[in-house]
């Protein structure tokens, strides 16, 4: 069975720092592995996803992930954080059709 | 492109009543998902569609709950009677597919008194 663990509940980190959002998979075969972003009141957007290639998958609004087979994780990362990035962030993985979300983990930026 | 529309946004109604949830995907998307998000809970899928066809409905929480989609253009989620623990954000998403990613309404925040 697939499932993706979120450990952090919430990350802080000053504006202008390098932001890090952890994630885990454990999942059969090759992963499809994505991350979306929720912002109050709306739906879940796409970010970034793996599903082959180059481990290093860069994504949206400056964000990139990094998928490392060895550790089964897919961390998202950016170099400089906005306050713009407090929101709600989703680890999610899946096969074909159906994808298995994490917890979600709030991202807190301060100015 | 619209995305997908989720209608209505708001819903507060009382216990016992009937709620439906309306949702059109993105046109050309053949895979449509419905998802349910609470706080206890976080974000689960309740059943999805492929080419109008129910695939996996393990989620549905119980038979008050049933999802119809009588087109490639439109899907209802239907909860009837409704009970206060239903109230929760219901989302709708689509996607083309073979990995692609699924694409998200924004919700209808659902309240039962």
């Given at each position: 069975a697939?499932?993706?663990?979120?450990p952090?509940?919430?990350?802080n980190?000053?504006e202008?720092?390098?932001l890090?959002?952890?994630?885990t998979?454990?999942v059969?075969?090759?992963p499809?592995?994505f991350w979306y972003?929720?912002?109050?009141?709306r739906?879940?957007q796409?970010l970034?996803?793996?599903?082959?290639?180059d481990?290093?998958?860069?994504?949206?609004?400056?964000?990139?992930a990094e998928?490392?087979?060895?550790?089964?994780?897919?961390?998202l990362k950016?170099p400089?954080?906005?306050?713009s990035?407090?929101?709600l962030?989703?680890?999610a993985?899946?096969?074909?059709?159906k994808l298995?979300f994490?917890?979600?983990t709030?991202?807190?930026v301060?100015? | 492109?619209?995305?997908?529309?989720?209608?209505?946004?708001?819903?507060?109604?009382e216990m016992g009543?009937e709620?439906t949830?309306r949702c059109?995907?993105?046109?050309?998307?053949?895979?449509l998902?419905?998802?349910?998000q609470?706080m206890?809970?976080?974000?689960?899928?309740?059943?999805?569609?492929?080419?109008?066809?129910p695939?996996?409905?393990?989620?549905?929480?119980?038979?008050r709950?049933?999802?119809k989609?009588?087109n490639?253009?439109?899907?209802?989620?239907?909860i009837q009677p409704?009970?206060p623990?239903?109230s929760?954000?219901?989302f709708?998403a689509?996607?083309?597919g073979?990995g692609?990613?699924q694409?998200?309404?924004?919700?209808t925040?659902?309240?039962i008194?």
């Amino acid at each position: 069975a697939q499932s993706v663990a979120q450990p952090e509940d919430q990350v802080n980190v000053a504006e202008g720092n390098p932001l890090t959002v952890k994630c885990t998979y454990s999942v059969s075969g090759n992963p499809y592995l994505f991350w979306y972003v929720q912002y109050p009141n709306r739906g879940l957007q796409f970010l970034l996803k793996y599903i082959t290639g180059d481990n290093l998958v860069k994504g949206s609004y400056g964000f990139e992930a990094e998928f490392n087979k060895s550790q089964t994780s897919f961390h998202l990362k950016k170099p400089s954080a906005l306050v713009s990035d407090s929101a709600l962030y989703f680890c999610a993985s899946g096969g074909f059709q159906k994808l298995v979300f994490g917890t979600g983990t709030r991202l807190l930026v301060s100015p | 492109d619209a995305g997908v529309i989720q209608s209505p946004r708001h819903e507060v109604t009382e216990m016992g009543q009937e709620v439906t949830l309306r949702c059109k995907p993105i046109s050309g998307h053949n895979s449509l998902f419905w998802y349910r998000q609470t706080m206890m809970r976080g974000l689960e899928l309740l059943i999805y569609f492929n080419n109008n066809v129910p695939i996996d409905d393990s989620g549905m929480p119980e038979d008050r709950f049933s999802a119809k989609m009588p087109n490639a253009s439109f899907s209802t989620l239907k909860i009837q009677p409704s009970e206060p623990r239903d109230s929760a954000v219901y989302f709708c998403a689509s996607s083309p597919g073979g990995g692609q990613p699924q694409h998200f309404g924004d919700g209808t925040r659902l309240s039962i008194l």
